[in-house]
């Protein structure tokens, strides 16, 4: 999508005051990727990513990463629902050991699993929640 591209289909989905709420952003991915429209975890998580100056909107340079953010988002989704066999839209010790070679790595060395895990586990509520997977995820892409 280019420049110019992201600037009309933002202000299309502007009110007129220069930036975007979740709402209007739902229906601007809607409107331009609906295969991304369903999938409300890579959503928030793009939002939030994409809000850098924190005032919970989004302004148009903000917007572009956005764009960028939700396909990886979306990516990042999929294998976490993979790993999240039970669908509580939480990960456990469990279901990481056994969904552990989806991320390309040996699952034989438990103890190192756990560490992994646990390191993952940021708030140590003993399941790894989808933002901190995408914290993970994103670490692991920029090594």
């Given at each position: ?38 999938n409300r975890k890579a959503i928030l998580r793009a939002y939030k990513a994409a ?45 990481f050991k056994k969904g552990f070679e989806l991320l390309g790595e040996d699952n034989s060395d438990e103890e190192g699993l756990k560490q ?28």
């Open positions: 999508m280019s420049k110019q591209e992201i600037k009309e289909l933002f202000r299309k989905f502007d009110n007129g005051n220069g930036h975007l709420s979740l709402a209007e952003i739902d229906r601007a991915i809607l409107d331009f990727y609906p295969q991304f429209g369903t809000d850098t100056s924190g005032n919970g909107f989004v302004e148009l340079r903000e917007f572009e990463k956005i764009v960028q953010l939700l396909k990886q988002y979306n990516e990042i989704s999929k294998v976490f629902e993979e790993l999240d066999t039970n669908d509580d839209h939480r990960i456990s010790f469990q279901e992994e895990f646990d390191s993952i586990d940021s708030n140590d509520g003993n399941y790894i929640l989808f933002d901190e997977f995408c914290m993970y995820m994103a670490n692991r892409q920029m090594q």
